[in-house]
């Protein structure tokens, strides 16, 4: 588990899902359990994508969890931009976040040029 904490691209979805947990609490109970359960879980799901990555052997199987990583990127900003545009985050924390899924976008590529494979 210790190798996996020391990757920045780990290191990065870990923290983004500390910081939305941190919104997810704020929300009236009825969106909790609606967008704010989405928006959680695609958060979540990057570093779960990442860390399942971590403990397979075979490349194209890694490849994988690291495109289910970039999927689950993308859908987080969709969640994210509903979160603005509802009035539910102001615009800084918006940016911060689209910001920072942006970041770790570029560090999922990297990762996955990396890996040498690009089709599954």
Request: net charge positive; proline share 1%; aromatic share 16%.
């Amino acid at each position: 588990m210790q190798k996996l904490r020391n990757l920045d691209v780990y290191k990065s979805a870990i923290d983004l899902s500390k910081k939305i947990w941190d919104i997810y609490v704020t929300l009236p109970n009825d969106l909790k359990f609606s967008m704010g359960k989405q928006v959680l879980s695609a958060i979540d799901s990057i570093g779960a994508n990442i860390a399942e990555d971590f403990g397979r052997f075979h490349y194209k199987d890694n490849i994988r969890f690291f495109y289910n990583a970039r999927g689950s990127l993308w859908e987080a900003k969709h969640w994210i931009f509903l979160l603005y545009q509802r009035e539910l985050i102001d615009k800084n924390l918006y940016e911060f976040f689209l910001f920072r899924l942006e970041k770790l976008g570029k560090q999922l590529n990297t990762f996955i040029a990396k890996t040498g494979i690009t089709n599954v």
